[in-house]
């Protein structure tokens, strides 16, 4: 069953989703960012079909965030890169790692990947800070506001954040 396409929607969240896809997606792009490039690769590492894999990898060339290169020309074979745009999905992928960690989603046996400062090789988490004095702040001090780009919807998507 195909999905309704958010594109055209004023929602930058909406727009991010349909960059990536799908869920096979975001898992592509987790291998990625953990340096996987070849097809055979990305294949073993989510258990995904070739279909499946081949479809999700075209899409996201797609919409620019994995670029596609000759590693081989007899027979011609590819590896897969993130480009600057799949970069910064690293943030969602964080986030979502993030997440499930504290939910223990995997299990009791503790997080399955961790991920530390390579300099210090301290522990690193996902925050939100204060776009202008770097500090942090907490989900219950944000607060939504109307964008340059918001539509009639966005606004009165707002009337209903509590005060």
């Known amino acids: 069953m195909?999905?309704?396409?958010?594109?055209?929607?004023?929602?930058s969240i909406a727009g991010v989703l349909e960059a990536i896809g799908d869920?096979?997606?975001?898992?592509?792009?987790?291998?990625?960012?953990?340096?996987?490039?070849?097809?055979?690769?990305?294949?073993h590492s989510t258990g995904v079909t070739n279909a499946t894999l081949s479809d999700?990898?075209?899409?996201?060339?797609?919409?620019?965030?994995?670029?596609?290169?000759?590693?081989?020309?007899?027979?011609?074979?590819?590896?897969?890169?993130?480009?600057?745009?799949?970069r910064d999905l690293i943030?969602?992928?964080?986030?979502?790692?993030?997440?499930?960690?504290?939910?223990a989603v995997s299990g009791d046996a503790g997080p399955p990947l961790?991920?530390?400062?390579?300099?210090?090789?301290?522990a690193v988490k996902l925050a939100m800070v204060d776009d202008e004095t770097g500090e942090r702040v907490k989900a219950r001090d944000l607060q939504p506001q109307a964008g340059p780009g918001a539509d009639e919807l966005i606004h009165w998507r707002l009337t209903h954040f509590p005060k």
């Open 2 to 11: 195909k999905s309704k396409s958010f594109d055209g929607m004023a929602c």
């Open 23 to 43: 869920r096979w997606a975001v898992l592509i792009l987790r291998d990625l960012s953990l340096g996987l490039k070849r097809y055979e690769d990305l294949r």
């Open 56 to 86: 999700r990898l075209k899409h996201l060339e797609d919409h620019e965030l994995v670029e596609r290169r000759r590693y081989q020309t007899n027979p011609e074979r590819y590896e897969y890169v993130l480009t600057a745009k799949g």
């Open 91 to 103: 943030l969602v992928t964080q986030a979502l790692l993030q997440v499930g960690d504290k939910w």
């Open 114 to 122: 961790k991920f530390v400062d390579r300099k210090t090789g301290h």
